[in-house]
């Protein structure tokens, strides 16, 4: 389960976010909900698989390409919100992650309890959306309609695998590396207490709005 500190940030991070930042944000969350449902009777494999594609994002000026500061924005999260379709009904929750990056494929890792709703979920429809950010502070004016926000965010769809095995080790150790910064190992026993999964993003994007001083 997600470390106790990842929940009550999520909470407050909404509460305190500004109502244009928080509509927009649920507006994004509620299409690719919308889109889900559609889909979600193929097979992942036949999910065009790019980690860069889709619709052109609208800001251009504000989308990160760079795959050395997509994975620092990344490494900066430590909670990733996971959106997923529950027989039409949509199901969102903020876990922690561990993640790896090879030839430009994001991979994101997960654990829980061995039972529980989203396993549920997942594995009768494992297509989710997903989302983190960081690097949060307010743009203030005096004039309040020139207020704005700073932040950096990745956001994506994918799909979900559950790992066993070799890789489920390998799986908590990134886990721990990326919450704690330590290089613990796990044996089996260990690893048979939790259920991990990994979320493969088929397409993924980038994007941050920073200050002046900053660019």
Sequence with gaps: PPFPSSVFPFVSQSIACP???????????????????????????????TIKGGSLMRRSDREITDLGEILSII???????????DDGEPYLLPLNFGYACEGGAFSFFCHSAREGRKLDILRKNPTVAFEMDCRGALDEHDVACQCGYYFA???GVGHVEFLDGEEKLVALTSLMRHM???????????ARTVEVFAVRADKLSAKAKVPHSAQ
Excluded at 33 to 47: E, G, N, Q
Excluded at 75 to 85: F, P, Q, R, T
């Design 19 to 49: 109502p244009a930042v928080f509509l927009s944000k649920t507006a994004g969350i509620l299409i690719f909900l919308c889109r889900a449902s559609l889909t979600s009777a193929l097979p992942p494999c036949k999910m065009r698989k």
């Design 75 to 85: 490494n900066d999260c430590k909670v990733i919100h996971l959106a997923m379709v």
């Design 153 to 155: 965010s990745v956001t």
């Design 180 to 190: 704690a910064g330590r290089e613990d190992q796990f044996t089996e026993q260990q």
